[in-house]
């Protein structure tokens, strides 16, 4: 789930709505819209792109099949460069045989080729697979000033002219779509395919990247964000909160409105009584072995701090430490955790005390008849000069800048990397998402996960849950995770499996003679599918005792 699904704009009476789409526009827009499963957008955007529809098109367009896995980003061109090595591209033959008018396609197609040479595409594709879409975006957006409707000619995409007026928040989304698609035509390392393989790539590789996500917390307590039963959908579905959209949970300008709903709900993700999962173990003995390069994780719990990692970058943040937005004073997290677990609004010390001090100033000359002011409440006088302060943990919300450690450090590590381990996320939201992109395509990449990831192309994919597939990798290297003490003084936890977990231990199955593997938890639906179908014919060598081994139950689930 990449943020909200496509909702429908609401009519208005008197607004003209339109009632059909040319077959251009219809492919486009469908496209667009199927993009956002790997592409993050927002509900501003899906409005914009379903603009001035009737709502009998809006329903045609966003009520998509739900076992539709595939993507419709191939629709998007309607040019195909000589030099294109795009494995979605659409041929102008095939187009030809669609319902669009020919005459339409040679217009656009002639409208491209007049736009960029061969030489310039060329340059901006490499300055994209090379620096990324931050930069891209950068130079050619905002440094050189170029229409975002001419940059989509070097991705081999004429937008129909009913899409070129849109809002440049909306075009800016298309160019990301372009780019996605072009920064993930990564091919598999053939040479990899078996759990053995992966085992002798984790035992001979000194520098391994790990990418981490809210997948590894969950068995902890703590909810992801974006999976069926996560943070957002749970947000959805009770609508106990004043939420226009779940991720307004995480907006800065709407937390600067009304902090009260975020602390009214930061205790569940607060992680004062969370104690590391065996994945987070996993990763602190790949540093203690001296192979860990850096963990970039997307959470926000500090559980990799409290699991002893020192080579992490918390990309979007964490509680670790709070701000205030007043006056930006910066203290540790755990000044202001008790406000934060008893539901209360957290408010900056050092802006009390100038705050009280200039009460007391203006009370002075009327001390007998002036009435004392208690400490600073939500209904203070509107007129007061000093306002106290908010504090905010030092989350990156949405609507707020990132910092540039991580630009540097992905500079620093990305000629050092030799084996990438992405582990529990969906690689959906930026700038994690971005960091196959920058990497060599040389470098092996494993795939720990509950569900694939369709815009990746690990070399070896190992689905289910990750705690699990963690545990099964140590005894296949034989390691020992390392012990965590109990945070209530109980007994340190085992770095082992118990007896029971043993007992229930299902060996992984692997799926026809293809790189991935099923552990329990699995899901993969569509996509799962389409594997078993590409590898049914396949003799490429399946280790003997994996085959004919009956596969874990599997959900057909929409992947996200």
Same mark, same amino acid.
């Given at each position: 789930?990449? #943020? ?9 009476? #008197? $607004?003209?709505?339109? =009632? ?24 501003? =955007? ?17 009520? %998509? ?7 419709? =980003?191939?629709?998007?061109?309607? *040019? ?32 491209? /080729? ?160 969370? /104690? ?17 390069? !850096? ?21 979007? #943040? ?9 006056? !930006? ?48 409440? $939500? ?9 106290? #302060? ?20 992905? *500079? ?5 990397? $030799?084996? %990438?381990?992405?582990?529990? =996320? ?103 599918? $389409? ?15 994996? !085959? ?13």
């Amino acid at each position: 789930m990449s #943020g909200p699904g496509p909702h429908k704009p609401q009519s208005q009476d #008197g $607004d003209k709505k339109s =009632t059909s789409l040319s077959p251009t526009h219809a492919m486009q827009l469908r496209a667009f819209l199927n993009a956002s499963e790997d592409v993050e957008v927002d509900p501003d =955007t899906i409005e914009d792109l379903l603009e001035g529809l009737s709502e009998d098109i809006c329903t045609e367009m966003t009520d %998509l099949d739900s076992d539709s896995e595939t993507s419709d =980003t191939e629709d998007l061109p309607l *040019l195909v460069q000589e030099e294109s090595t795009s494995s979605t591209a659409v041929s102008v033959a095939e187009l030809e045989d669609s319902d669009i008018d020919p005459s339409e396609i040679r217009a656009l197609e002639e409208e491209a /080729i007049q736009a960029w040479t061969k030489d310039e595409v060329r340059r901006m594709l490499h300055h994209l697979k090379e620096r990324g879409m931050s930069s891209f975006i950068r130079e050619y957006v905002f440094g050189q000033n170029i229409p975002i409707v001419k940059l989509l000619f070097a991705f081999g995409i004429s937008l129909c002219p009913e899409l070129r007026n849109k809002r440049p928040k909306t075009l800016l989304y298309f160019l990301r779509v372009a780019m996605s698609r072009q920064l993930h035509l990564r091919e598999k390392l053939p040479q990899y395919n078996t759990i053995s393989d992966a085992v002798s790539l984790i035992v001979r590789s000194k520098h391994i990247m790990v990418l981490t996500g809210a997948g590894i917390s969950v068995s902890c307590g703590i909810p992801d964000f974006r999976s069926r039963n996560g943070l957002y959908a749970t947000l959805k579905d009770k609508g106990q909160y004043d939420l226009d959209d779940p991720q307004q949970m995480f907006d800065i300008h709407y937390f600067k409105e009304n902090p009260k709903v975020f602390y009214s709900f930061a205790s569940q993700i607060y992680p004062s009584n969370f /104690i590391p999962s065996p994945c987070h173990r996993f990763i602190k003995l790949i540093e203690d072995k001296n192979k860990l390069l !850096r963990n970039y994780t997307q959470n926000i719990d500090t559980l990799e701090s409290i699991a002893g990692i020192t080579r992490v970058l918390q990309c979007h #943040g964490s509680f670790k430490t709070a701000s205030c937005l007043q006056c !930006r004073v910066k203290v540790p997290g755990v000044e202001i955790e008790r406000e934060i677990l008893n539901q209360h609004v957290p408010y900056c010390k050092v802006c009390l005390e100038v705050h009280k001090a200039a009460e007391a100033q203006k009370s002075k000359p009327a001390k007998k008849k002036g009435k004392k002011r208690n400490e600073w409440e $939500d209904d203070s006088d509107e007129n007061d000069d000093l306002p106290v #302060g908010v504090m905010k943990p030092d989350i990156t919300f949405f609507g707020e800048k990132l910092t540039d450690e991580f630009d540097q450090a992905l *500079l620093e590590d990305r000629d050092k990397v $030799d084996l %990438l381990l992405v582990i529990g =996320t969906s690689l959906k939201v930026s700038p994690v998402s971005e960091i196959l992109s920058h990497l060599p395509h040389s470098v092996p990449q494993i795939l720990i996960n509950r569900t694939p990831i369709r815009h990746i192309n690990p070399d070896i994919v190992l689905l289910g849950d990750a705690d699990e597939i963690v545990y099964y990798l140590c005894e296949q290297l034989k390691w020992e995770l390392p012990p965590l003490p109990n945070p209530k003084g109980g007994p340190r936890v085992n770095g082992k499996r118990t007896s029971s977990q043993m007992i229930d231990q299902v060996e992984p199955a692997r799926v026809r003679e293809s790189h991935v593997w099923l552990f329990n938890g699995a899901e993969g639906g569509k996509w799962l599918e $389409d594997i078993k179908e590409r590898y049914s014919n396949g003799t490429n060598g399946a280790p003997a005792q994996s !085959r004919g081994q009956p596969e874990p139950q599997t959900k057909k689930a929409r992947v996200s």
